[in-house]
């Protein structure tokens, strides 16, 4: 049965590395409230008005397509997982199709909108496409330009302290080979605390919502039943045009959701965890990866960080860190590697590959 697996990986980071001390000149916090706290040393930002979400994920997508063995006229279908987009709309898919110059249009361009486990999602999509057979080269992108819309004030800092910029893209092929391949994904949401972690503002809300303490926030609209606007000024001086997090809530449900959401696939296929050769976790937070390879008994050299210089790249976090660990001869081919995302949704993730 023809199974579909990952034939080329390539990630892209912008030059330009921001320290905590760096971070530490703008808002009040620390590099050892940092590093204790998150694990993370740097993260890189993308230059201001010359890179874009979709331009990084294009300059990823380059790479991945010459390592898949393929021109980029091949592609026959892209997706585009972004919680910080070009634009509202039109979404990341089309831009990348642009900037790659791929101008054939037998080809379809989705954007997905699942922040931190976008990734897997759109592993889990395109692999259901290569296996049905309806397409053979996937290109999948995760990509943010976080440092465009964080709060650098104290009253962002539990935020942005943790977000970089970056992108990993992949292109998912049929495979025949015995025992290569993506053997399974778990896919799952749970919509109750979609505002513990968001980024509300602009939205057809309208001008309604709940701040993070749960109480009613006057955002300063009128009462006219037509011409409201998405944004306002008020929102603007108030800082309410910035992500929100609280950022227990989501601690404590990702160390929960990780460790089950692995289990599942491992016992969709029959496996346990020794059985896993590499895991690749979402890059959250260092502590979270430290407490589900102690729940795993994993040692290190089995589970894969690089939150300490990138810091929480959402949708790009998984392709980057997956294709650092290939790169650096810690993924070998017959190895299984595990990759699992948990983030803002809730929506969470895992997926087993036999590399
Ligand atoms: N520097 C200094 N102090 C800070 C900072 C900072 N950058 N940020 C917050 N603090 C302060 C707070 O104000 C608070 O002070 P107080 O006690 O005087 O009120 C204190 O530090 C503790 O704040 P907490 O938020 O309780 O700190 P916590 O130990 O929970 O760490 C963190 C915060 C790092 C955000 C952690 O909760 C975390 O990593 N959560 C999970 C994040 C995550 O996984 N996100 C999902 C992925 S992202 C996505 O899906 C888009």
New binding site residues.
Partial sequence: MTKSKIGGIAYYVPERAVTNHDLEKVM???DE??QE??GIVERRYGVKHKETTSTMGARAAEKAIERAGISKEEVDFIIFAT?SPDYYFPGCGVLLQRELGITKTEIGALDVRN??SGFIYGLSIADQFVKSGMYKNVLLVGAEMHSMGLDFSTQG??VT??FGDGAGAAVIQPTEEEGEGILTTKLHSDGTYAEK?AFINPGSHGGYHFDKMGEEVDFGFSDAEFGEIFMNQHMVENGQIYPN?E??H??KM?VQKFPQVIMEALGAVGMATTDIDMLIP?Q??L??SKFVQKVLKLQDDQVWNNIQKFG?T?AASVPIALCEAVEAGAVKKGDLVCLAA???GFTWGSALIRW
Wanted: proline share 0%.
């Fill in positions: 009040d916090t620390s409230w940092i706290r998150t919680l922040q931190c800092r539990n302290v943790i972690l997090m950022g227990q989501v601690f990702a979402h959250a937070n502590r979270i929480n959402t948990f983030g803002s």
